[in-house]
T-cell receptor, first 115, second 107 residues
Framework: EADIYQTPRYLVIGTGKKITLECSQT?????MYWYQQDPGMELHLIHY???????EKGDLSSESTVSRIRTEHFPLTLESARPSHTSQYLC?????FGTGFNEQYFGPGTRLTVT | GIQVEQSPPDLILQEGANSTLRCNFS?????LQWFHQNPWGQLINLFY???GTKQNGRLSATTVATERYSLLYISSSQTTDSGVYFC?????????FGKGTSLLVTP
């Protein structure tokens, strides 16, 4: 079973605030991902990282930014939250090698509401 | 990117019934995963199945990579099986998700 954690689980915040969504994993996985999911819709990749100091934008354009200073930590930041950012954000990771190295494991998600 | 189509989009079953969910994909893949998203939004890994057949309790999955489809079987369904089932495939750096099958199992 994967150990990947996200905080907070739920967040309601006003327009214009800066927020950081935390994601941590304790499995030593090198690859980490952020997906965005609107209610009733599929997931879309917004950021990914192949290791420390590596970050790339995903297929879905996002105003958020990410950093990867430590292997286990992959936070996502919104400098100025807007109602259009209301969504669920899911973090995932993948092991570097071994059986099933292509398999992704997901955290519990952060449900963000911007008022 | 790879297109992923899931069917049916919605399904209502009575408890105890069996069902088959389908996932078609448009190109060769090196990973295929099935997930169950519970009402709290968490994605639960069901199967990592780029090819072949696997079984886990009442659930089983088959992927025929050469024909670009995968099937998820749910037998003797229970109300706790309700939720959205996603198929996702990977041919490069990340997963491409289908739109999901929303399953409701009634008592």
């Amino acid at each position: 079973e994967a150990d990947i954690y996200q905080t907070p689980r739920y967040l309601v915040i006003g327009t214009g605030k800066k927020i950081t969504l935390e994601c941590s994993q304790t499995m030593g996985h090198d690859k980490m991902y952020w997906y965005q999911q609107d209610p009733g819709m599929e997931l879309h990749l917004i950021h990914y990282s192949y290791g420390v100091n590596s970050t790339e934008k995903g297929d879905l354009s996002s105003e958020s930014t990410v950093s990867r200073i430590r292997t286990e930590h992959f936070p996502l930041t919104l400098e100025s939250a807007r109602p259009s950012h209301t969504s669920q954000y899911l973090c995932a990771s993948r092991p570097p090698f071994g059986t099933g190295f292509n398999e992704q494991y997901f955290g519990p998600g952060t449900r963000l509401t911007v008022t | 990117g790879i297109q992923v189509e899931q069917s049916p989009p919605d399904l209502i079953l009575q408890e105890g019934a069996n069902s088959t969910l389908r996932c078609n994909f448009s190109d060769s893949v090196n990973n295929l995963q099935w997930f169950h998203q519970n009402p709290w939004g968490q994605l639960i890994n069901l199967f990592y199945i780029p090819s072949g057949t696997k079984q886990n309790g009442r659930l089983s999955a088959t992927t025929v990579a050469t024909e670009r489809y995968s099937l998820l079987y749910i037998s003797s369904s229970q109300t706790t099986d309700s939720g959205v089932y996603f198929c996702a495939v990977n041919s490069g750096y990340a997963l491409n998700f289908g739109k999901g099958t929303s399953l409701l199992v009634t008592p």
